[in-house]
C-alpha cells in the first residue's frame, strides 16, 4: 500500500503528495495522533476541537472520491512499523513540515525508519518554504514562483486498498486517552470559547466572504481589535492547519484583483481600496511564509534567542507575579487585559494587538519571551509556529536585525478603541468609566471610583508597573545592548540568514 500521511495539510485540493499517491494506486490515507504532541506546551484544547473538525471535513472529501481517513493513534514511526508488519507500505507520500522542536525531531526518526526499512518516503514542499535553503537572496523569486504554480486539481478518484485495521480506533483511543490525563480533564471543560469552526469548507467560506465583501477596508481595519475581527480574513487558522494552501489563498485573491476593473457595483473610490486591500493582503501571505522559513532554517529559535548575543539578558530576571497577571489579564492596562481575555474567549486577535501584547511583556514587565510565547501558542488558534516564535522575537527585541518598538497600552487604546467598545466588551467591571479616563483608570479620583463603580485594587487592578519608568528602563537596555560592537557583528550574521531581500534598497 502507498500511505499519504496527513499533517498539517488537511485538503484534498493544491495537494501533491495525494495527487502523485494515486498515481501509484493502492492508496491508504493515515491521519496519527500523537500523544507527545497532545502533551506539547504549545498544544490547547482549542487546536484539539478545530482539528477534530477538520479532520472529519477532510474524511468526508476522501469518502467523496471513494476513500477514506484512518485515524491512528501512537508514537511515530513506531505506529508506521505495525501498519507494516499488517499489510507492507511501498512508499509514505506527505509534506515537509515546518513545526515545533516534537515535529522537526519526528520528521527525522520516520526519514531514517523509511531509510533502514527500505520504504520510499517521498516529502513535498508546502506553502514556498524552502527546505535546505541555501541563500535569502533568492528566496523572494522562489515563493512568487511557487505561488503562481498552478493549482493541483483534486483527484477525480481514489484508488483505495482496504486497510487491514479499525479506521476508527485513534478516535476511540484518543477520548481514552483524554479521559486520563488530568491536564486535559481540567482544560476540556474550560467555558465560554467562540472559536471558529475547522474545515475545507468553512476555510473556503471565510475566504469568499473576505475578498468579495468584508475586505474592502482591510488596510485600515486590521490595525483596530474591534474593526478587524470582520475587517481582516480570518483565514489563518485554516492556513495553519493546511484546510487551505497560500496557493489557493493567493491566487483566489489574484482572481479577484484582475475582476475589480469589471465589476460594475463599484465606484471609483471603492474600486480603489479594494485594489489597495489586495494588494497589502497578498503582502501578508508572502509575509506569512518569509517568517515560517525562519523556524525551517533553524528549528532551535522556538526555544533559543535568535540573535545568541541576547542571551542572558532577561532570562534571571523573571518575575513569575507579573506573569501571571498578564496571562490572566490583570495587568491594570485596559488595552492589555481585555486584549487577553478577549484571546481567552475567542481564541484570535489582530496582529498590531498580539505585537503589543507581546511588546508589554517584554519591555514594560522585562520577561524573557520564551514562556510568554508558549502560553500566547495555547491561546491563538491560528498558533503557526515559524510565525509565532519569530515574531515573539522579534516584537521582544532580541534579534538585533529589527526596529525596537516598545507600544504605550495607553495610546493604543486611544488611537485603536477610541469610544472604548472593544474594551468594555472585555472588561466590564469599566463598562461605566468614561472614556477620558479609560486608558489609565487608576489615576480617578476616590470620588470618580465610587461613581463609575470601579474601584482601583478591588473592581479592577492597579498597574502592576509604572508605564514611564518601565518605558524608560527598557528602552535604555534594549537600545544601548543593541549598539554594543560585539552585538552588532552577531546581528550582521543573523541579517545574513534571516533578513528580507525584498527590495534592492534592503540588499544593499
Not at 533553524?298 to 507579573?322: H, K, M, T, W
Request: hydrophobic content about 35%; aromatic content about 10%; proline content about 5%.
Amino acid at each position: 500500500m502507498n500511505i499519504v500521511w496527513f499533517k498539517k495539510d488537511l485538503r484534498t485540493t493544491d495537494h501533491a503528495p495525494l495527487t502523485e499517491a494515486v498515481k501509484l494506486g493502492n492508496v491508504v490515507c493515515v491521519y496519527v495522533f500523537e500523544p507527545e504532541q497532545l502533551e506539547a506546551d504549545d498544544f490547547a484544547p482549542i487546536h484539539l476541537s478545530f482539528l477534530r473538525e477538520s479532520l472529519e471535513s477532510l474524511d468526508a472529501s476522501l469518502r467523496r472520491l471513494g476513500s477514506r481517513l484512518n485515524v491512528l493513534f501512537g508514537e511515530l514511526p513506531n505506529v508506521f512499523q505495525e501498519l507494516h508488519k499488517q499489510s507492507r507500505i511501498e512508499s509514505i507520500h506527505a509534506h515537509e513540515e515546518t513545526g515545533n522542536w516534537l515535529s522537526y525531531q519526528r520528521d527525522r526518526r520516520v526519514r531514517r525508519w523509511c531509510k533502514e526499512s527500505g520504504i520510499a518516503f517521498h516529502e513535498r514542499p508546502s506553502n514556498g518554504v524552502v527546505r535546505r535553503l541555501d541563500s535569502r537572496d533568492a528566496w523572494a523569486s522562489k515563493w512568487n514562483k511557487h505561488v503562481n504554480q498552478s493549482i493541483m486539481a483534486e483527484p477525480e478518484s481514489i484508488p483505495s486498498v482496504q486497510a487491514p485495521w479499525d479506521a476508527n480506533a485513534g478516535w476511540r483511543d484518543l477520548d481514552q486517552w483524554l479521559n486520563h490525563n488530568p491536564r486535559w480533564a481540567v482544560k476540556l471543560t474550560w467555558p465560554g470559547r467562540k472559536n471558529q469552526t475547522g474545515g475545507i469548507a468553512n476555510g473556503w467560506d471565510y475566504l469568499e466572504s473576505f475578498l468579495h465583501r468584508r475586505g474592502m477596508n482591510y488596510r485600515t481595519d486590521m490595525s483596530s481589535p474591534l474593526l478587524a475581527e470582520t475587517g481582516c480574513s480570518r483565514i489563518s487558522p485554516y492556513l495553519a492547519f493546511g484546510c487551505l494552501s497560500i496557493r489557493e489563498a493567493y491566487q483566489q485573491a489574484e482572481v479577484r484583483s484582475k475582476s475589480l476593473r469589471d465589476d460594475q457595483t463599484l465606484d471609483a473610490k471603492d474600486r480603489a481600496d479594494w485594489g489597495r486591500s489586495l494588494s497589502s493582503f497578498k503582502s501578508r501571505l508572502a509575509w506569512h511564509c518569509h517568517f515560517i522559513q525562519k523556524l525551517e532554517d533553524e528549528p532551535q529559535i522556538e526555544f533559543r534567542n535568535v540573535n545568541r548575543a541576547y542571551d542572558g539578558l532577561r532570562e534571571s530576571e523573571f518575575n513569575e507575579s507579573y506573569f501571571d497577571a498578564w496571562c490572566k489579564g490583570e495587568t491594570g492596562y485596559p488595552m492589555i487585559d481585555a486584549c487577553m481575555r478577549s484571546l481567552h474567549q475567542t481564541g484570535w486577535i489582530n496582529f498590531r494587538m498580539r505585537a503589543m501584547l507581546a511588546s508589554f511583556a517584554a519591555y514594560h514587565l522585562w520577561l524573557h519571551w520564551e514562556r510568554p510565547s508558549k502560553f500566547l501558542a495555547t491561546q491563538f488558534l491560528d498558533y503557526e509556529p515559524g510565525i509565532h516564535y519569530s515574531q515573539f522575537q522579534m516584537q521582544s527585541g532580541v534579534t538585533g536585525i529589527n526596529t525596537i518598538r516598545i507600544y504605550s497600552p495607553q495610546k493604543q487604546l486611544l488611537d485603536q478603541d477610541p469610544e472604548g467598545l472593544f474594551v468594555k466588551r472585555y472588561l466590564p467591571e469599566l463598562v461605566e468609566v468614561p472614556q477620558k479616563h479609560l486608558a489609565q483608570p487608576h489615576l480617578m479620583t476616590t470620588m470618580e471610583q465610587m461613581l463609575f463603580s470601579c474601584r482601583i485594587g478591588l473592581d479592577y487592578p492597579a498597574p502592576i508597573v509604572d508605564h514611564k519608568a518601565a518605558y524608560n528602563a527598557a528602552k535604555e537596555r534594549i537600545h544601548s545592548h543593541k549598539n554594543a560592537p560585539q552585538v552588532r557583528e552577531v546581528s550582521a550574521q543573523v541579517y545574513q540568514k534571516h533578513g528580507s531581500r525584498s527590495s534592492t534598497r534592503e540588499r544593499r
